[in-house]
């Protein structure tokens, strides 16, 4: 459950919310009605998203179910500090793509008084830790874990399965290269792929 910051205007700091979870679990989503609330709110909204993420739409952050609010793509999390300037609130998605310096940049946004909403994948396809997630699950005020459904048991899936041959670490895709399974059914999918190794 996510509950809101109260606010006590003798005190200016942010605070940092990380949305985290597999792909297909609706962490994009979730981080488009966070933005759009705040922008009903009239509040001062800057999203960002990482310049190599163009699946749906080259500026646009985009949900798989085409909700989408716009956004501007940097190669760098560096950039986002240099273009949030006079915001209330900013938003980044896919964070996981982004370098380790992601942490620092929220990190300092927050103590300028401003609500950092971060979302991204917490693993990657090996279910590893993926890149700079664990450092901003860790730092974050408030972290919600969403679930996708295991599209081979029903059961809530928090694996993000890549059903084609590459070991490249990052690679877009969508249906047609991930499906997100649940525990057992992930180590399952897995077993045949070690032994090959061997």
Not at 103 to 119: D, F, Q, S
Request: proline share 4%.
């Amino acid at each position: 459950m996510f509950l809101e910051n109260t606010v006590n205007q003798n005190e200016q700091f942010g605070w940092i919310e990380v949305i985290a979870g597999s792909m297909f679990s609706g962490k994009t989503e979730e981080l488009i009605r966070r933005l759009k609330r705040a922008k009903f709110a009239k509040q001062k909204i800057e999203i960002f998203k990482p310049a190599i993420d163009t699946r749906y739409d080259e500026d646009n952050v985009v949900s798989h179910d085409d909700n989408e609010i716009r956004s501007t793509p940097v190669p760098a999390a560096e950039n986002i500090r240099l273009l949030t300037a006079d915001v209330e609130v900013v938003g980044i998605d896919e964070a996981q793509f982004f370098d380790d310096e992601i942490v620092a940049v929220c990190n300092e946004l927050a103590n300028r008084g401003i609500r950092v909403i971060v979302a991204g994948l917490d693993m990657d396809f090996q279910g590893n830790p993926f890149g700079p997630m664990p450092a901003l699950m860790a730092t974050a005020e408030y972290v919600t874990k969403v679930h996708a459904v295991c599209t081979r048991t029903g059961n809530l899936a928090h694996y993000s399965h890549r059903t084609i041959a590459s070991k490249d670490l990052v690679v877009l895709g969508e249906t047609d290269s991930y499906e997100p399974l649940s525990r057992a059914a992930y180590y399952k999918a897995m077993r045949p792929e070690k032994m090959h190794q061997k």
